[in-house]
């Protein structure tokens, strides 16, 4: 968006980065809120599932970042000694999805929002929903621009990465027949 409006850019980014993300920080954080006001406060088998919940989620986001930061490196690597780039990522994790990362990432605030419903609020559930929604819907942006923007074999590749792996849920890969 900065290059596409370079002049209006302090005030888009105002509303599209800033505003716009308040009203979902605001519905993620509601289980801190649930939490703090219960009168719940014995740490039941609920919270015991959500801590390691969010342990899985963290270290799940940890290895796909990992793993793309290695990714980008090597084809840093292969650009400066002119050799040719590794055009997609699908091993590790992004074997079995197309955004592990992000998976691991929304893994995190379901678990998060459990504290709330172990407090006995389920209604914090609806913050970590409308996250979700906003996160795949940007997901899939994401995705239409980068097979706008890449080279045509490069998004052909990527195209068949799309018919065959997950978009979030790490799940065994499908043929390219099915």
Known sequence: MANEHPRIWCVLSLFAVGLAQ?????????????????????FGILDYVACALCLVGLMIAWV??????????????????????????DTGLWSFSRHPNYFGEQLWWWAF???GVSAGDWWVLAGTLFNSVVFWKVTLLTEERMLSTWSP????LYKAYIRTTSVWMPLPSKTATS
Request: net charge positive.
């Open 64 to 89: 796909a970042d990992n793993q793309l930061r290695d990714y980008v490196i090597e084809n840093k690597r292969r650009a400066k000694d002119g050799r040719a780039r590794i055009k997609l990522l």
């Open 113 to 115: 929002a459990l504290f």
């Open 153 to 156: 074999d490069r998004a052909l």
């Open 22 to 42: 308040q009203p979902m920080l605001c519905g993620i954080t509601l289980p801190l809120y649930s939490v703090h006001f219960s009168s719940n406060v014995a």
